[in-house]
């Protein structure tokens, strides 16, 4: 089983890269945010242990997170690989991750922090589907309804207001960047400007990966 890792800040632009590129790698997106905000939803017992860090915009404990991804990985559809979006964050889940599955390429998509706070402030998604758009950069064609799905209702995340998202910045400066020279230093890091054409940087991206 190998797999690939798309890495980078808030906003980045992991998440909408991730459902343009899965139908070419033919891998199955795993989200750590999203299955988070599921379980949260769900009120599991890891729900409620992460909501109140995700709500600080903090990182959730490790132990969590490499529980999650331990059941994920036991899945019919990951027996090929997985493509992880926001996972990992820290060496000791990407150390973790090592013993599971093995890492052919981490994709860093990167976006200078003055461009963050308005990328994940205009953010909102289907409800239905989950298709992700912004208020500016990336409209509905027809306004009020979803591209992918014509659905009509949409949300927004509760952590994408302007004091989350600077601590989520920060949590990422100081706990996740570190895995960048890691993972550099066993040649599979490669560094895409993520600050262009949402289509421009697909292109990017599937050539890194070929
Ligand atoms: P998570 O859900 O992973 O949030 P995040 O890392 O903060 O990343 P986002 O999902 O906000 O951004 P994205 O890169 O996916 O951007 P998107 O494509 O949506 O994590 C949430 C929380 O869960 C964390 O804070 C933490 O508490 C916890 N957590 C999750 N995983 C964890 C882990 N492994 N360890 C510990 N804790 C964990 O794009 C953003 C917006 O920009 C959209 O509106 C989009 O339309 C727009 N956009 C995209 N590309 C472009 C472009 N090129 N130009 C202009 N606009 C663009
Ligand atoms: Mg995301």
Redesign the pocket.
Known sequence: MTSIV?F???????????ARITESTGLPQV????M??AAVKNGTETGIA?KE??D???????S??IELIRDRVQQPDAKNGLMF??????IP?AEALSTITEVTHVIA?E?PDGKIVE??C????CVSCGA????I??KTTVEGVCDQCGSTEFKR?A??NET??LQ?LG??HEQTSPLANWYDEQGIFHRID?????DK?TIDILQALS
């Open positions: 798309l980078g800040p808030p906003g980045a632009g992991k998440g909408t890269q991730a989200s750590t945010g999203d988070l905000r992460a860090y995700m600080a915009g903090k990182l959730v404990p490790d969590i997170i979006d926001g996972f990992p964050r820290t889940q998509i976006v990328r994940i205009g953010r909102f998604s992700v758009f912004h208020d950069f990336n995340r952590d994408d989350t998202v989520r949590a990422y993520g600050d262009r054409d949402i940087i």
